[in-house]
Nanobody
């Protein structure tokens, strides 16, 4: 029983900044990799950024240099700091986490998404 809840989405002007959060709760021993994906209107869902359990970060070319993924393990939370946003960043942003539960079993969980709209 694990839930991921995203927050922080909203309307932002092109060139502006926004910070997304995703908090995991429930039966959690630890969390491995966490990631952000996004789905723009009429497009397939695409991967945007990952942070491993060890803190290594990886970014899609489309967001690299503008977005920063981070995590707070004490809060079971992953963040996506977005700078210099572009209209093409408009999408529903979803968080994903590999959750290790009791018995050291791992499962992937997804949040329901938060909408980011970038105005031009």
């Amino acid at each position: 029983q694990v839930q991921l809840v995203e927050s922080g989405g909203g309307l932002v002007q092109a060139g502006g900044s926004l910070r997304l959060s995703c908090a995991a709760s429930g039966s959690i021993v630890s969390i491995g990799a966490m990631a952000w994906h996004r789905q723009a209107p009429g497009k397939q869902r695409e991967w945007a950024a990952t942070i491993t359990g060890g803190g290594s970060t990886h970014y899609a070319d489309s967001v690299k240099g503008r977005f920063t993924i981070s995590r707070d393990n004490a809060k079971n939370t992953v963040y996506l700091q977005m700078h210099s946003v572009k209209p093409e960043d408009t999408a529903v942003y979803y968080c994903n986490a590999r959750v290790i539960s009791r018995g050291y079993t791992a499962m992937d969980y997804w949040g329901k998404g938060t909408l980011v709209t970038v105005s031009s």
